[in-house]
């Protein structure tokens, strides 16, 4: 026995040498993925990578862009939801922009184009006869449809589409700041500007605040209003209506920045300070938010309360996530929050806790219960900002818990929403799965929370929230900064301390960020960002990913020539190029699924589950085939030169 320890301490002590570095420490252990690669905490380096992995066609798991429709030729709710919702499609597109890339951006641009081409013009009818004041955004779109209001409850009583609008503005304002696109931005702008317009008609001028009836809310019909002592509901000031305007502002306020309308972006920061002027008589003396504020003085969600004693979830994330609030209040409101479990049963925020005690509708009702639907279920768009509130503050293993529990939907195909009992289990479970946009809330804001991105008119900053453990991060796909593309890593922890693009020092940044000005930012830029102790090193070349050469079914052929052709013709970072790379991806996909479930290395789902989810690639691909030949024969009778240029080329390849 004496001999055994003796030898094993002699092993210990060979494999410590082996890791102790030249500093003298010992050396973190390594992970090497697809999409990041670092040292330390490697749990939470490999959910990055599985985040990052749900973009992008894999064998494995679903992926957005199951989400796609030719009919519009973008994103969809889901396969039974038609339409693109405002309130639903919030926290995955505001954290995944900065690294959608083509074809996503096409396709996330077309599905926000169905509310703005139904924009509220006060003449025009929509669904149930509805006609949006100008500039009103809706709560769903389609080609064909739209909805002024939230068009589930008591639909009688229903305001407009208050905040909705605002987060419209807001998506869209972030997606154009992004691009830098001059031409969007000149097209976009004008409806912008209504929409913010059509949100001031309520802003009451004796306090600031702005008034919403019910279901005016973002995550509608959850908020009843004014339920005044006849019975009957009317308008009271709307926390989250402040909260997403100001944050619609703020971007709003930047774009007219970058197209050189210095008055408007004076008015439109005047609005945005007297909106914050407001915002302290919303607040408890905990430094949390109410939901809402009647006009008759009664505060609604002062957790604890006699009357309306709930916490309100959303509001408060919400103005942890776009920065309404200090870091100081962000941290109160964290507080508040972790010091409620029942809020995270399940590890996932909720709507609010304990139950709602002030909707119009019956709560022993199934779909109204606690837990269940708006009252008190789980919105993964809403924990995608809820997930950003948890960087802001350093809550590193609350984002970690968040994205685990999410990633188990996942590797069952049941990427559903909302999710019920209290977030754990899906809403439509007799599916054989699931797919809904919503669920891709989670790892979009796992990812944009390392570095939240903050864009301006002449620059965007960088706040790195790396977590504690990791001592090296390379997140090896590029952010998107206009026509620019960054490569992002870290060396060490907590505050920043050095700053090197492409090797060469960088001098613009303090403690807590990185300011990159568009026009001192190389075209490409690998961005080392050092803290605490760390000391820059010289960071792994990001290999380009290699064009797959999977075995084409018939008719697809053409795909992977036209990709390559486009390519040859310096058109293969397009819209078109990438969308026939992403057929020939899911060739490779499903050819790499079909041989990881004849081998065994991927585990079989239930027989009807897996039928379906099999079905789904194979779906998928058609759809992404069919979108693409649409758009490509319309392209043949074009006068633009580009698009003449492609369709030419696609004649070649195809013969069509």
């Not at 499609?89 to 926000?112: I, R």
């Not at 002027?277 to 309360?305: C, R």
């Not at 060396?491 to 990185?514: E, I, M, P, Y």
């Amino acid at each position: 026995m004496r001999e055994t320890c003796a030898g094993l301490w002699l092993v210990l002590a060979v494999t410590l040498i082996g890791l102790i570095s030249a500093g003298g420490a010992v050396a973190a252990e390594r992970f090497e993925g697809t999409y990041y690669q670092g040292e330390g905490d490697t749990d939470y380096l490999q959910l990055l990578d599985t985040s990052a992995r749900l973009f992008y066609p894999s064998p494995e798991l679903q992926n957005i862009s199951m989400l796609y429709t030719p009919a519009w030729n973008g994103f969809v709710e889901g396969p039974t939801w038609g339409a693109w919702w405002i309130q639903n499609s919030y926290g995955p597109t505001y954290c995944s922009l900065p690294f959608f890339t083509e074809p996503y951006t096409t396709f996330v641009q077309n599905a926000q184009d169905l509310w703005f081409s139904h924009i509220g013009d006060g003449k025009t009818k929509g669904e149930k006869d509805w006609v949006g004041p100008d500039g009103c955004l809706c709560d769903a779109a389609a080609p064909t449809l739209v909805y002024y209001k939230q068009g589930d409850g008591r639909i009688d009583i229903h305001d407009w589409g208050m905040e909705f609008t605002a987060a419209g503005v807001v998506m869209q304002s972030e997606l154009l700041l992004i691009s830098r696109d001059n031409a969007a931005i000149a097209h976009y702008l004008p409806l912008l500007e209504r929409s913010a317009n059509f949100i001031e008609t309520r802003r009451d001028p004796k306090n600031n605040l702005f008034l919403a009836g019910p279901a005016g809310n973002l995550l509608a019909p959850s908020y009843a209003g004014w339920h005044k002592p006849d019975g009957s509901y009317d308008k009271a000031y709307l926390t989250g209506l402040s909260v997403t305007y100001i944050a619609g502002l703020d971007r709003l306020i930047e774009l007219e920045k970058l197209a050189g309308n210095a008055d408007k972006a004076a008015l439109y920061a005047e609005r945005r300070d007297l909106a914050m002027k407001g915002l302290p008589q919303l607040m408890t003396d905990e430094g949390y938010f109410i939901k809402s504020l009647d006009p008759d003085g009664t505060k609604h969600g002062v957790y604890g309360a006699e009357k309306h004693g709930y916490f309100e979830a959303v509001c408060n994330h919400d103005a942890m996530a776009f920065n309404v609030v200090d870091d100081a209040q962000a941290k109160k409101i964290y507080d508040k929050i972790a010091s409620i479990p029942g809020l995270r049963p399940h590890d996932v925020i909720i709507t609010n806790c304990p139950g709602l005690d002030d909707t119009y509708a019956n709560t022993k009702d199934w779909l109204w219960s606690f837990g269940t639907w708006v009252n008190g279920g789980h919105w993964t768009t809403a924990e995608a900002r809820m997930i950003m509130g948890y960087y802001r503050v350093g809550a590193y293993d609350d984002a970690r818990r968040s994205m685990k529990h999410i990633l188990g939907f996942a590797k069952q195909f049941r990427m559903d929403n909302n999710l019920t009992d209290f977030g754990d289990k899906p809403y439509q479970p007799k599916l054989p799965i699931n797919c809904v946009y919503d669920t891709w809330g989670a790892p979009a804001g796992l990812i944009r929370g390392l570095f939240e991105y903050l864009y301006h008119a002449d620059s965007v900053e960088l706040r790195p929230h790396i977590p504690t453990g990791i001592t090296q991060l390379d997140q090896r796909f590029p952010i998107r900064f206009g026509t620019k593309r960054l490569y992002l890593s870290t060396t060490g922890n907590g505050l920043v301390t050095a700053v090197l693009v492409n090797g060469k020092s960088w001098k613009s940044f303090d403690a807590k960020s990185v300011f990159l000005a568009y026009n001192d930012t190389p075209d490409t830029a690998k961005i080392q960002i050092v803290m605490g102790e760390g000391k820059a090193r010289t960071v792994p070349e990001v290999v380009p990913v290699v064009m797959s050469s999977p075995t084409m079914p018939a008719g697809l052929e053409p795909f992977r020539t036209l990709y390559a052709r486009l390519k040859d013709a310096g058109l293969g970072e397009g819209y078109e190029a990438c969308h026939a790379k992403l057929v020939v991806d899911y060739v490779t996909a499903i050819e790499d699924r079909k041989k990881m479930l004849a081998d065994g290395t991927l585990a079989k789902l239930p027989e009807e589950s897996q039928v379906a989810a099999d079905k789904s690639y194979q779906e998928t691909m058609d759809k992404l085939a069919d979108g693409l030949r649409g758009v490509l024969k319309g392209y043949a009778g074009s006068d633009d030169a580009r698009k003449k240029q492609i369709a030419a080329i696609w004649k070649e390849c195809s013969g069509e």
